[in-house]
């Protein structure tokens, strides 16, 4: 529900570019659904840069160890657990490709952005500044509405 091809690959490798000189560096890793075209662009442009690091889908996948260490994220509209798992963190999350999704993922982008987990990737931002907000935390509101459901039917969880 997200329309990506090569322009989009042209546009985020260029905006890349332009926030190299305010990040200390840019890794990457791209999810299953990622076109093998905008893959390839991205590679293409980026495989021997000194600041850039790409993962090659051998090893086990880093992005567990990105969020972990990472200061902020630029993440491709089209994946929505990468997006998500972006935000539980509180840190900076930029956002390219959201204009061209459709239906729930539209809404779902709209919803980040109203309550200020996400931002437009351009590159123009200076990914030095930090900003933040309070991190996603689904396990926590889905139990919470599973005990008001229960509560309302006058059950309770230890």
Known sequence: HCKYGTDLAINLVNALYKVLGTCGSVRI???RRT???VCNIVCKEFVSHPKVD??????PNPHLGHLAWG????VT????????????TGKPVYVIGSE???WKFAAFHKTLRQRGVVRIFTGEEDISDSWSYPPLNDNAEAA???????????WSLR
């Open 144 to 154: 919470s509405r599973i005990r008001e459901a229960l509560a309302e039917k006058g």
């Open 100 to 102: 061209r999704c459709t």
């Open 71 to 74: 200061d902020a994220f630029v």
């Open 29 to 31: 890793s791209f999810s």
């Open 77 to 88: 509209a089209d994946s929505v657990s990468m997006l998500s798992e972006a935000c539980s």
């Open 35 to 37: 076109p093998i075209q």
């Open 54 to 59: 790409i993962w090659d889908g051998q090893d």
